[in-house]
């Protein structure tokens, strides 16, 4: 039977012919003993599920650590990441840009040729037509591209039928 401090502040023991009766003294020592065993048996029982506890909670401390520093380092990983794709996009839309830029410049450097050409054409074909309705053979000019009629040189010769 265990005991509670309180149970045992209130025990009378029955007296006896020289003091208390031997038997109930012994039993209550057995029982107090007993009692006394149970309780520093749960103490210790108590004391190795602490330390259990503590051994988990010291684990769980760790693995939030190693969470939080992995969480930081996450973190700036997406971070410079960001700013490497940032700074490649940039980048990429710069050179684009400057691609742009070549294409209009080409572009432009060709409609002036092609107008050039084309103002020497009409040119050239006004005075063609001049001539021809002048009625007057083209007289060969220094600078003028128009072959005379009578050189036939460019042209092949006609295959014999």
Request: a negative charge; hydrophobic letters at 40%; zero cysteines.
């Amino acid at each position: 039977m265990a005991y509670t401090p309180v149970e045992l502040r209130h025990i009378t023991l029955e007296r006896g012919f020289r003091g208390y009766k031997r038997r109930a003294v012994d039993q209550l020592v057995v029982d107090i003993a007993d009692s006394f065993e149970d309780v520093w048996r749960e103490r210790a029982d108590l004391a190795d599920r602490v330390e259990q506890l503590e051994t988990e909670l010291e684990h769980h401390r760790e693995r939030n650590t190693l969470l939080s520093n992995t969480l930081i380092v996450a973190e700036r990983a997406a971070s410079v990441a960001r700013e490497d794709a940032a700074r490649k996009a940039e980048q990429v839309v710069a050179e684009a840009h400057a691609e742009a830029r070549s294409i209009v410049r080409t572009a432009i450097a060709d409609r002036e040729r092609l107008l050039t050409d084309a103002r020497r054409i009409r040119a050239l074909l006004r005075s063609a037509l001049e001539v021809v309705e002048a009625g007057e053979e083209p007289r060969e000019q220094p600078g003028n591209p128009w072959p005379a009629r009578e050189d036939t040189r460019e042209f092949p010769a006609p295959a014999a039928a």
